[in-house]
């Protein structure tokens, strides 16, 4: 079993940054691919970035060259950066985590809001 505590959410103008972190509990971070996950208003949750055991990571369109993400097994700990902010961004964000050496994903944090103000 994993927890995960997201952190880091918050109001920001368009065109600012924000940096999300998500805390993880449990054992075998290192397997786990872990991904940033986010939900507006009326639509459904998405995918925004994945990084997976291997380091290997993938964007949503909507957000390449924009969000970085990022993890340190050491600290079992992974991060999503986000430069250029729009207010489209605005959503609740969630980190999730796959099972060791799955894909799906399994696990998710309670989220934290991102608001962006035009």
């Known amino acids: 079993q994993v927890q995960l505590v997201e952190s880091g959410g918050g109001l920001v103008q368009a065109g600012g940054s924000l940096t999300l972190s998500c805390a993880a509990s449990g054992s075998r971070f290192g397997l786990r691919g872990m991904g940033w996950h986010r939900q507006a208003p009326g639509k459904q949750r998405e995918l925004v970035a994945a990084i997976a055991r291997d380091y290997v990571t993938n964007y949503a369109e909507s957000v390449k060259g924009r969000f970085a993400i990022s993890r340190d097994n050491a600290k079992n700990l992974v991060s999503l950066q986000m430069n250029s902010l729009k207010p489209e961004d605005t959503a609740v964000y969630y980190c999730?985590?796959?099972?060791?050496w799955g894909s799906g994903y399994e696990h998710w944090g309670q989220g934290t809001q991102v608001t962006v103000s035009s």
């Open positions: 999730a985590a796959t099972a060791p």
